[in-house]
């Protein structure tokens, strides 16, 4: 059985910085991709991040995120910078055995449980 299991969350003032990681058993997604997506009340969930042979980045958080990742450990990370208060949201680990996928959710085969950020002013 496939799981993925977010850490790192927490709650940073704006301009802070956290490191989420999401660590993957069940199979290695060395040859996959894995991902991160945010979702904040009331708003559907974005595409923030994903690695898997390139990263590619929102615009709303290139050059503030960095998404890389661990084979050996089967892990994935997101090390957030210059975060601001929009940044806030729940934020999904997300993983596919496949190279083929990019921004969109419904590619995405494996989903973590999702880790609160929380961002102040």
């Known amino acids: 059985q496939v799981q993925l299991v977010e850490s790192g969350g927490g709650s940073v003032q704006a301009g802070g910085s956290l490191r989420l990681a999401c660590a993957a058993s069940g199979r290695s997604f060395a040859t996959g991709v894995m991902g991160w997506f945010r979702q904040a009340p009331g708003k559907e969930r974005e595409f923030v991040a994903r690695?898997?042979?390139?990263?590619v980045y929102a615009d709303s958080v290139e050059g503030r995120f960095t998404i890389s990742r661990d084979n050996a450990k089967n892990t994935v990370y997101l090390q957030m910078a210059s975060l601001k208060p929009e940044d806030t949201a729940v934020y999904y680990c997300a993983a596919s055995t496949s190279r083929l996928v990019f921004r969109d959710p419904g590619a995405y085969d494996y989903w973590g449980q999702g880790t609160q950020v929380t961002v102040s002013s």
């Open positions: 690695i898997g042979g390139s990263k």
